[in-house]
């Protein structure tokens, strides 16, 4: 970057500040980056370990649900909270082949007697870091000889919160239950392979576009949402236990992790649609999710809290981001409503977090999240608006690009237009004629002279023609030879004028046939008009930022303001206009009556050969 002349240099605390926001955004990507390694190790582990064993005694029908049952409360120290409660039933009908008592138990130990016989359990094997063993459906084959005898089931909780859990028991085939659950649960089901699938499309939608046009990873982070909302309500269901009978303390970290760090993704996709104080405060909250989600899983690997003990702090956390960000799209509405103009990506997002929090909250209103919809049914909402959005967006870049071609199009046939006005002012008859003559006399008394003259013309009407065909903008120092046969031309005519170069630097890009009707004015204009002789000065210099090349005359000078009128001054206009469409330059003119005249082009040194 080049640094204009006057301007003042940032100061120490700016540039701190400056420091702190890149701090703080690498910190709110590396921070859960490191906290989103922990969760993965953790699960990984639970993959390769077999957290639970299920113990039965008895090997392998219209589902019945058990209506009456007495249930009490028995105290036990060796329980995990010291209670048991205990279920008594009978099955007085309907037992034949493949029928199943069944019940489904979350953060539960199970026992089931027939009898006061043992014939089956589920509880914890070995060492293990955490008590629960998640949600899991427990399955006990019921014989034709069972009808009549007493069925006592002990329900162990984990957990206080889990205390007063009601357990529903089910009698019939292992496909009713399964088809039952299914029945239930497969618009959740649906709606979170749905999220996933789109969550792995956009995310390689991200990953192209950062490979291939540097883009943001607002994308990427939207995707990564999108598959951990999907993960997180797919593994909170009551039917997908069926698919890893032996992973529930697994499906149950699943759905935890995807929950403790979510909105981080979701935030991080948003960002930079805020301005800088809300993206810093946004940036606070990601790096503090990460932070207390780290410390909560080593208190998790060191034995002393559960994750599930501490559920509301994983809540709380999407309480306060949901609240910080609803009240940074209020805040920047307010502040900087003129940036907000069209900006509807962060509208749509309240409609993604309000259904995250719906789930939360109903979680606390039902007891439980199996079945809850309204974030998975706030995404697809959200990715139709967006996807409409973004259609209209495309038709309107599509008309956008048209018009943009269209101008550029207008721009390339007035650049041609004024190429070829240009050569043809410089080509006038009376110019040529007199230039003939001279060669006309110069055969007689010097023929040496005479075809100097004659390489120099043709040299001279070469160049005036070539520009026809040049698109390109081309050295200072072969427009400064193109002059020269100007020069060389008009001084056989008028050899009392002086002609002279200060060239202090020539390798920089301007149109052609820039300089050469600028010298060919200061003689017309400026020397021709003065009693005799007259200097004609071609410079060329460079600044910090800018490429010089002017051309000034001691002759007559006129009154700059009989310039405003353009159309009495086309070449002028022409040269202004290929210099600025070409270059990005400026042209300057400076001229006082009885004094001269100075024409200046500025090119910026962005256009370098």
């Given amino acids: 970057m080049i640094k204009k002349e006057g301007a003042s240099m940032p100061d120490s605390s700016t540039e701190a500040k400056s420091k702190q926001t890149i701090l703080l955004s690498r910190l709110s990507v590396i921070l859960p980056v490191v906290a989103g390694v922990m969760l993965f190790a953790l699960l990984a582990f639970l993959f390769v370990n077999v957290n639970f064993e299920i113990w039965q005694s008895r090997t392998d029908d219209s589902l019945v649900v058990v209506e009456e049952d007495s249930c009490r409360e028995v105290e036990n120290a060796d329980a995990p909270i010291g209670v048991i409660r205990e279920y008594t039933f009978t099955i007085n009908e309907g037992l034949k082949m493949d029928t199943y008592l069944s019940f489904y138990t979350v953060h539960q130990y199970a026992e089931v007697y027939i009898d006061g016989q043992l014939v089956y359990s589920m509880k914890p094997s070995g060492e293990l870091f955490t008590r629960t063993i998640g949600g899991n459906w427990s399955m006990i084959p019921l014989y034709r000889e069972d009808a009549g005898k007493e069925i006592r089931v002990n329900i162990i909780p984990v957990y206080e919160s889990f205390r007063d859990r009601e357990v529903q028991f089910l009698v019939g085939s292992r496909l009713s239950v399964f088809l039952d659950r299914l029945h239930q649960d497969w618009p959740q089901l649906l709606l979170s392979v749905m999220a996933i699938f789109v969550g792995i499309v956009f995310c390689c939608m991200a990953v192209y576009k950062m490979i291939y046009e540097r883009s943001d990873g607002g994308l990427a982070a939207f995707g990564l949402f999108s598959v951990m909302a999907g993960l997180w309500r797919l593994t909170d269901t009551r039917f997908t236990p069926f698919f890893a009978p032996e992973k529930p303390v697994l499906m149950f970290y699943i759905s935890v992790a995807m929950l403790m760090i979510g909105m981080v993704p979701l935030i991080k996709s948003m960002e930079a649609r805020f301005h800088k104080i809300s993206r810093c405060m946004l940036d606070v909250y990601c790096i503090a999710a990460a932070v207390i989600c780290i410390v909560q899983l080593l208190f998790q690997i060191i034995g002393g809290v559960d994750l599930r003990e501490n559920f509301y702090i994983v809540h709380l956390v999407i309480g306060f981001g949901a609240v910080l960000f609803v009240g940074n799209v209020i805040y920047d509405r ?276």
């Avoid at 700059?560 to 003119?589: F, P, Q, Y």
């Fill in 334 to 609: 307010v502040k900087y409503p003129k940036n907000q103009k069209g900006n509807v990506s962060s509208k749509f997002a309240l409609i993604l977090v309000a259904g995250v929090v719906a789930d939360v909250a109903a979680f606390y209103v039902r007891g439980t999240s199996s079945g809850l919809l309204f974030s998975l049914l706030a995404m697809l909402i959200y990715i139709i608006l967006t996807g409409v959005k973004m259609m209209f967006n495309y038709i309107r870049q599509e008309k956008q690009l048209a018009e943009q071609e269209r101008i550029l199009a207008e721009k390339e046939r007035q650049l041609t237009e004024n190429r070829i006005s240009t050569m043809i002012s410089q080509i006038r008859p009376h110019f040529i004629y007199n230039t003939l003559g001279s060669i006309e006399q110069l055969c007689e008394l010097q023929p040496e002279a005479a075809a100097k003259l004659v390489h120099n013309f043709s040299c001279y009407l070469r160049g005036n023609f070539s520009e026809l065909d040049n698109h390109t903008p081309i050295r200072l120092s072969k427009e400064i030879e193109h002059t020269r046969y100007y020069v060389s031309i008009e001084q056989i005519r008028f050899p009392d004028i002086e002609i002279r170069f200060d060239l202090q630097s020539g390798d920089f890009l301007l149109p052609a046939l820039s300089v050469q009707p600028l010298v060919e004015n200061a003689i017309k204009h400026g020397l021709m008009k003065l009693p005799e002789g007259g200097t004609v000065t071609i410079s060329s210099c460079e600044t910090d930022a800018h490429y010089c090349v002017s051309v000034e005359d001691n002759g007559a000078g006129f009154a700059t303001s009989i310039l405003l009128d353009e159309r009495k001054h086309i070449g002028l206009r022409n040269i202004r206009g290929r210099v600025e469409a070409m270059c990005g330059g400026t042209l300057t003119v400076e001229s006082t009556p009885g004094v001269g005249t100075k024409v200046e082009i500025s090119i910026p040194k962005g256009v370098k050969g």
